[in-house]
């Protein structure tokens, strides 16, 4: 059985290879990412052995709040067996761009930078401060956004607020930490940062040494009070750190590639079918000549493990080059992320690839295999294999009403019965799983009544070949069914994330207009109170705007606990859900409803505020407000008792409205020169808003689209693979319709529209099921999400599964066309 085997897969070498390029598509992907990810590890893992041989033993603070004392420097250092300790300093100097506003959208932190043994910073280009309290260091992110370079005097604000000037004299890479990587990093000498961040202690303090008990007697002299770890530890620490979003990263992509090996299984499990339903007359005389039921169930499966194994080895060298590709694109758009190790293949990887290969081919052809058990020796006596009739069956009915009932139950469950979140989508996603399962159960059903109105319109455009195109399309339901849910797989995740996309940009472009009812916003970067009121007052006397709001806000005790209260003037939407804040007066009080609830506090209840001037007042609750959607704090009181309780604290927030007929110019240009002479105040319109968030979502569902672009491929692969065989199967029919009459290059549309419709039906299943779903999941995601369906995405996601139906029919069409009309006629 094993010489029969191997000369079966010789023979029929160009029917399996589609199939294989299926299998080489999905483990590519999988492959590739577990490459990309050993890659990116290996990057980490020679940043972290860096940092370990460095530090000995690290002393932390516990928070941010309580700085490890300079005192407590000391006492390290008189420790018998520690050669150098040093303290590093952290705390915030935003950067002042060319522009003359504080750069990114976050303050940049500054860092100390000591030499000697300890020294952890990796300068890049140029050199550190050293001891020159006039230069420093930026993290190479910053300077490339700011366009600084080395010998460029850039300035720094203090704690103060103060300017500084500082000549710029190298580049450096923040490495693991996720911080730095995020706001940026400007560096100094010790003394100069502790100068320029007000910092009274040491964030971390660095120790190295000799002796065996070096971690326990710096612990000791620590005290319980703070976090003592090794070197080994805080590099570990810190890659775990960064690692999240690495493992997010790689979890996303695994998940796009269980999407294609599903495709792919789909395509593997149709292959089989046919080519066990073209070999009853081999299979047959295998047993006629003695061969088991169980050696012929072996043949076909160890023909889907050879295939499996051959293809998954070519997936694993596609993959290695995937992630090559992706290590370069990654580096070109200087992702944060350690792509400069050397890219290999770990036993894992090769483990896992040849693994899920095999075992998804193998899988998806023991139902063939098991139908090829089933072919009695006397088919070895028919001149033609006899063509399945499809039945609908009751087993198939029951099965398929019960996963449709269960998949709507668990949809409508997460949609409209739990609260929107994580957990509802879950459960939403498991009855869309649940409803496909339905849908694939009920797919041979309903071939018959799509393609007949699928096909309405090609049957009348293409005549004759038009009409046997369709009827070809419908003749093998089963067949057909199997073949279009791959493409169905991928369109119905195309859509739904289209419709996500659509809805999620209708739903906050709404809210947006709602949360900014304003054309301008002036914002600290810190987001505190420190937009002086001279600013908002200067606004609200211009001729150009029409209304100007004002927000602030201080941290105080409210209710028991610390919370954000403030005060509002002019124009500002509170949005109350309860109560009202007519007169609102001294005494009262406004929570939105989050905070009220954790409280538990009500309209007409009474809770504490503690501020610094009054002392404790005793405030009425007169309104709740929708946190959602309001713009104030968490609790708001009226404007006069706010200065009355902590003074004249600054504005957080200016919103700026343009008066009719005023250019957007024009009023732009007096918005800027009010907070010109305060660099840490940004202006941003409600216009920039909004393209930032759309060019994001933009960006994400581009990826998404791209990688399930994948799924789409190898279920066109599907369908070529399915008219390859359809055609090979139906050679003494096409030569006899050639007898008939029928020209090559109707034979060539006949397929041709075949396919259309194959490509066409799947599409429409998918489209079908992405709309409802995607509407579901905005549902489970967010309860007043504005429901919004991207047509034309719609259109061209169907036009284009049509096209691509027609050309994987080429060379099929081509084929077939080639083939002699007598020779076929004589063939078996």
């Known amino acids: 059985m094993l010489k029969t085997t191997l000369a079966g897969l010789r023979a029929h070498r160009l029917r399996l290879m589609l199939t294989s390029l299926a299998i080489v598509l999905g483990v590519g992907f999988i492959a590739g990412t577990f490459v990309l990810n050993d890659t990116i590890e290996a990057g980490f893992a020679q940043r972290v052995t860096a940092n370990a041989g460095k530090v000995d033993v690290a002393v932390l603070a516990k928070s941010q709040d309580e700085p490890l004392p300079a005192d407590l420097l000391d006492r390290i250092r008189n420790l018998p067996g520690v050669t150098e300790a040093q303290g590093l300093i952290r705390g915030s100097a935003p950067v002042l761009g060319k522009d003359g ?44 956004a700011q366009g600084l370079r080395l010998g460029d005097t850039i300035t720094v604000l203090d704690f103060r607020k103060r300017r500084h000037d500082f000549r710029l004299v190298g580049l450096i890479d923040v490495g693991l930490d996720q911080q730095l990587a995020f706001t940026g990093a400007v560096g100094f000498t010790p003394e100069t940062a502790r100068r320029m961040t007000g910092a009274e202690g040491y964030a971390e303090i660095d120790v190295k040494g000799t002796g065996p008990g070096l971690e326990q007697a710096v612990a000791a002299a620590a005290g319980s009070s703070y976090q003592v770890m090794t ?34 299984a789909l395509v593997i499990y149709n292959t089989f079918t046919i080519l066990v339903a073209q070999r009853t007359r081999e299979m047959a005389l295998l047993r006629c000549i003695g ?104 087993a198939r009915i029951a099965f398929a009403a019960l996963f449709l009932l269960a998949g709507a139950a668990a949809s409508g469950a997460g949609a409209f019965a739990m609260p929107s979140g994580e957990a509802a989508l879950i459960v939403v996603m498991a009855g869309g799983a649940l409803t496909f399962l339905s849908v694939l159960i009920l797919g041979p059903v309903l071939i018959g009544p799509l393609s007949a109105i699928v096909g309405a319109l090609p049957r009348r455009l293409f005549g004759m070949p038009g009409r046997l195109a369709v009827d070809n399309a419908a003749r093998n339901p089963r ?76 941290r105080a005790v409210f209710g028991g606990g610390e919370q954000q209260v403030g005060t509002f003037s002019g124009q500002v939407e509170p949005y109350v859900t309860a109560g009202s804040l007519d007169g609102f007066a001294a005494g009262q009080v406004a929570v939105d409803e989050r905070t ?30 929708d946190g959602d959607q309001t713009l104030l704090p968490a609790v708001t009181v009226p404007e006069r008792a706010f200065d009355a309780y902590f003074g004249a604290v600054p504005d957080a927030q200016v919103l700026v409205s343009i008066k009719d007929g005023v250019p957007a110019e024009r009023a732009r240009a007096v918005v800027d020169a009010a907070a010109a002479a305060y660099p840490n105040v940004h202006v941003t319109s409600a216009a920039e808003v909004r393209g930032q968030f759309d060019e994001t979502l933009d960006m994400l569902v581009m990826i998404m689209m791209g ?19 359809s055609v090979h199967e139906r050679t003494r029919e096409s030569a006899l319709l050639r007898a008939l009459g029928l020209t090559r290059a109707q034979l060539r ?16 299943v998918g489209v079908a099921l992405g709309l409802v779903f995607g509407w ?29 139906g027609v050309l994987a029919a080429v060379l099929p069409a081509r084929r077939a066309a080639r083939a002699s009309i007598v020779g076929s006629l004589s063939a078996e």
């Open 101 to 144: 506003k504080t750069a990114g959208n976050a303050p940049t932190t500054a860092v100390s930078v000591v030499t000697g043994p300890l020294g952890r910073t990796d300068v890049v280009a140029g050199t550190g401060p050293g001891t020159d309290d006039q230069a420093a260091v930026l993290d190479e992110n910053t300077a490339k």
């Open 231 to 264: 070197g080994a530890e805080l590099a570990d620490r810190l890659a775990e750190q960064a690692g999240v979003e690495r493992r997010v990263f790689t979890v996303g992509l695994l998940l796009f590639g269980v999407v294609a090996m599903l495709v792919a």
């Open 291 to 394: 061969a088991t039921r169980r050696q012929v169930f072996g043949q076909v499966l160890l023909e889907s493990a050879v295939v499996g194994l051959l293809a998954s080895l070519a997936g694993l060298a596609a993959g290695y080059g995937l992630a090559t590709v992706a290590l370069a694109v990654l580096g070109a758009f200087d992702v944060p992320l350690p792509t400069d190790a050397a890219v290999s293949l770990s036993p894992a990887t090769v483990g896992a690839g040849l693994g899920v290969g095999v075992t998804v081919t193998v899988c998806a052809a023991v139902l063939p295999a098991r139908a090829a058990t089933r072919v009695a020796p006397i088919a070895a006596l028919r001149s033609e294999p006899e063509e399945q009739v499809f039945r609908t069956g009751k």
């Open 479 to 554: 067949r057909a069914a199997t073949t279009t849910v791959a493409l169905t797989v991928g369109v119905t995740l195309m859509t739904l994330i289209s419709v996500v996309s659509a809805s999620t940009r209708l739903t906050m472009t709404g809210k947006l207009d709602e949360q900014f009812p304003i054309d301008y916003v002036l914002v600290d970067q810190e987001r505190g109170s420190v937009i002086p009121r001279s600013v908002g007052e200067e606004l609200g006397a211009r001729p150009e705007l029409d209304a100007v709001g004002r927000i602030r806000r201080v």
């Open 596 to 625: 009220a609830a954790r409280l538990g506090l009500r309209l007409g209840g009474t809770a504490e505020l503690v501020t610094e001037r009054a002392g404790t007042v005793s405030l009425t609750v007169v309104a709740l407000l």
């Open 707 to 725: 990688l399930l672009g994948l799924a789409i491929l190898i279920s066109l692969l599907g369908i070529a693979n399915t008219l390859s065989l």
């Open 749 to 764: 549309r006949m397929l041709s529209v075949e396919a259309l419709l194959l490509g066409l039906i799947g599409a429409l």
């Open 776 to 804: 579901v999941a905005m549902r489970a995601l967010l309860p007043d999400a504005r429901y919004a369906v991207p047509v034309a995405q719609v259109v061209v996601f169907v036009a284009l599964s049509g096209v691509a």
